[in-house]
């Protein structure tokens, strides 16, 4: 397999375009595009259902490290299609059989950048759920390839496409809030402490739990990792700052008047959820912080995370979501609360919109998201949430864990998308990988890194 540096090496753009096979050239607007899913869990699914029922999609192979997930979306996909697509556990096999024309990924957050990078080189477009990555150089790598191979990526991020949040962004900028100096984003959860770590268990049957690590660190698996729970695992995504947050700073990124903060600084910890373990007697705790407050400095506002997993409390009326302040009044940007906007004078009424979605219980708007993203191939456009916005929000809360790690602030240069004055701080925008996985190479600095206006 060629690494990206050699890949780069060759005169990617042309090289790619010219010698892209002929069922990839072109857009074919009301054929099915051959889907390929990596990443057969909770979301995986969600998605895979929106490509199935908008009719655009002839699924040709279902990917996942572990066999139960695997088996049971075979049984859906025949279900609602009557054919049966094959199956990988290695998704390099099965883009490279398979070769699909549309790959969703929605593996955790450490496995995302790779499969993506591949199937854009192989002339796919792609679907990948956020935080577009673990670390920020996959991320910028991700970027860099979706630009030189002139494939549409679209990101999860269906808040930008949900009505209230449109109708809510749109009122935000009518001006009617005033001057906004700050924003801030949270998320507050119930739960108590100190953790009780959980044993260490050999992993279920059918599951190849080195893969699963694949080029993050090995750890001993224990029930409390999978699935979904490898979110408050930091080897293997960013806590709920990573998770969470990186759809409300995406909220406040799609107003902000300026692409990127100059400064973030971290603080918090795990006060109630006590001390990480991981211990071969004992078992393992999560390690992600169950408190934490990021304060990123823009040179016209201030806006701040926020959350905490215990002491959820209805006397704070909005548990989740971004503050708007203004000179005019406060919005609140929400999820299932929608949006209101509570104005600075007692004698104006608060405006309020109620949220739509196309999946009520999930609460979500993947039908919207998916339909944009077969458009934006059809039209040769951006889609809404494209890879470029999708990479500054996802990069935000990697800076907020960077700091968090080092207890100090980062000076952070957006021209350059680099941390300044700190070569420690730095570091940290990438990562060792396990053998016999390969960090994704970033060519010299390009235009491609810039922000899509
Ligand atoms: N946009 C949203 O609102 C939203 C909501 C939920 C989840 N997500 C995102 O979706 C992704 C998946 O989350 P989830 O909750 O479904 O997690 P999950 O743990 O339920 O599912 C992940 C699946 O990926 C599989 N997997 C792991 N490594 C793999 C590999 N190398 N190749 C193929 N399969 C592999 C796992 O076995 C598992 O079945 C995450 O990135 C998460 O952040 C987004």
């Not at 995406?250 to 400064?263: I, N």
């Not at 603080?267 to 990480?276: D, E, N, Q, W």
């Amino acid at each position: 397999m060629k690494t990206r540096r050699q890949f780069l090496h060759h005169g990617l753009h042309a090289s790619l375009l010219l010698g892209m096979p002929p069922y990839l050239l072109g857009a074919k607007k009301s054929a099915q595009y051959r889907t390929a899913l990596i990443g057969c869990g909770w979301w995986g699914m969600n998605i895979l259902r929106e490509a199935i029922a908008a009719g655009r999609s002839q699924v040709v192979g279902l990917c996942d490290v572990y066999q139960r997930p695997l088996e049971a979306s075979l049984d859906e996909v025949q279900q609602l299609t009557g054919s049966s697509p094959r199956l990988y556990r290695d998704y390099e096999e099965m883009l490279e059989k398979e070769k699909p024309e549309v790959v969703i990924v929605a593996t955790p957050d450490h496995w995302h950048a790779l499969p993506c990078i591949k199937a854009m080189e192989l002339g796919a477009h792609v679907f990948v759920e956020k935080p577009t990555s673990h670390t920020i150089g996959e991320s910028q790598a991700m970027l860099q390839v979706a630009r030189a191979t002139g494939r549409t990526v679209q990101v999860g991020l269906h808040r930008r496409i949900g009505p209230h949040h449109v109708s809510g962004m749109a009122f935000l900028r009518s001006g009617k809030l005033g001057r906004i100096g700050l924003v801030k984003m949270f998320v507050t959860s119930s739960g108590t402490g100190p953790e009780e770590p959980t044993p260490h268990t050999k992993e279920p049957r059918g599951m190849d739990w080195d893969r699963w690590c694949g080029p993050a660190p090995w750890r001993p698996y224990c029930r409390r990792l999978t699935p979904g729970g490898w979110r408050n695992f930091l080897d293997y995504a960013n806590g709920t700052l990573g998770d969470w947050g990186v759809h409300w700073i995406d909220q406040m990124l799609w107003w902000s008047p300026e692409p990127y903060p100059k400064t973030v600084f971290s603080t918090g910890g795990r006060p109630i959820l006590g001390p990480p373990v991981s211990d071969p007697d004992r078992g393992s705790t999560t390690d992600a912080p169950d408190t934490q407050m990021v304060t990123f400095g823009f040179e016209s506002f201030t806006a701040i995370w926020e959350h905490r997993k215990y002491a959820g409390n209805p006397q704070e009326n909005h548990r989740i979501g971004a503050y708007f302040y203004g000179t005019e009044g406060i919005f609140h940007m929400g999820w299932r609360d929608g949006w209101t906007f509570y104005p600075r004078k007692a004698s104006e009424s608060t405006v309020h919109q109620e949220p739509s979605f196309d999946h009520v219980e999930d609460g979500h708007n993947l039908t919207l998201l998916w339909q944009d993203f077969i458009d934006a191939i059809d039209q040769a456009r951006p889609p809404v949430a494209d890879i470029a916005p999708a990479h500054r929000s996802s990069l935000l809360p990697m800076l907020g864990m960077i700091s968090h790690r080092l207890g100090r602030s980062l000076n952070w240069d957006g021209q350059t998308e680099s941390i300044l004055g700190d070569s420690e701080a730095k570091s940290l925008m990438r990562r060792a990988y396990r053998q016999p996985w390969t960090y994704p190479s970033l060519q010299s600095k390009t235009s491609s890194n810039q922000p899509s206006p």
